[in-house]
Nanobody, 120 residues
Framework: QVQLVESGGGLVQAGGSLRLSCVASGSIFSVNAMGWYRQAPGKQRELVADITSHGISNYADSVKGRFTISRDNAKNTVYLQMNSLKPQDTAVYYC??????????????WGQGTLVTVSS
């Protein structure tokens, strides 16, 4: 079984920074694309950033220039460095990954989420 666990959320003032981490664990053969999504109250879940296994990244327009996604393939971990945070970044942030488990076919796995609150 494969699980994703996020960490690093919290309360920060506008203009501040946070770094989120997400670790994939379990019986994993390999991890393909990984990404971060967020969901604010009353809004749909939206893509924040994703990254391929070779390091090609993609960002939502709203976070370009402020957020950086990275990964450590040896640790099956993806990070989201968030700088110049704004109140509108407040949301629950979810990690997502496409994973090849050792005992089955490709799975899309979600973490439970970590809350980021940016005060004004």
């Amino acid at each position: 079984q494969v699980q994703l666990v996020e960490s690093g959320g919290g309360l920060v003032q506008a203009g501040g920074s946070l770094r989120l981490s997400c670790v994939a664990s379990g019986s994993i053969f390999s991890v393909n694309a990984m990404g971060w999504y967020r969901q604010a109250p009353g809004k749909q879940r939206e893509l924040v950033a994703d990254i391929t296994s070779h390091g090609i990244s993609n960002y939502a327009d709203s976070v370009k220039g402020r957020f950086t996604i990275s990964r450590d393939n040896a640790k099956n971990t993806v990070y989201l460095q968030m700088n110049s945070l704004k109140p509108q970044d407040t949301a629950v942030y979810y990690c997502n990954a496409a994973v090849w488990p050792e005992d089955g076919g490709l799975l899309e796995v979600w973490g439970q989420g970590t809350l980021v609150t940016v005060s004004s």
